[in-house]
């Protein structure tokens, strides 16, 4: 089993800044690709980024050019830097990520969340 475990929500005004931090425990063999959702009040999840265990990123519109999300292999962790916050950023954020605990089993796991509030 593979543990994802965020920290770093808050509540923060509009136009500034919070870092998530999201690490990785248990029985890990490796963890490839690592990303990071949310979800809002009565809305669907919607994914904000992703990045490969190589470091290649990706991100959704909403979020480009004001997020940026890392990766430490060495710590199992991944960041989400997020700048320039708005109302519209304001829901529980989710880390996801891909891990074998074996060489041939990959399974999909998620964090617990945590809320991100921006004040308008």
């Known amino acids: 089993q593979v543990q994802l475990v965020e920290s770093g929500g808050g509540l923060v005004q509009a136009g500034g800044s919070l870092r998530l931090s999201c690490a990785a425990s248990?029985?890990?063999?490796?963890?490839?690709?690592m990303g990071w959702y949310r979800q809002a009040p009565g809305k669907q999840r919607e994914w904000v980024a992703a990045i490969t265990s190589r470091g290649d990123t990706n991100y959704a519109d909403s979020v480009k050019d004001r997020f940026t999300i890392s990766r430490d292999n060495a710590k199992n962790t991944v960041y989400l830097q997020m700048n320039s916050l708005k109302p519209e950023d304001t829901a529980v954020y989710y880390c996801?990520?891909?891990?074998?605990?074996?060489?041939?089993?990959?399974?999909?796991?998620w964090g617990q969340g945590t809320q991100v509030t921006v004040s308008s």
């Open positions: 996801n990520a891909d891990a074998k605990t074996g060489w041939l089993r990959t399974d999909n796991y």
């Open positions: 248990g029985s890990i063999f490796s963890i490839g690709a």
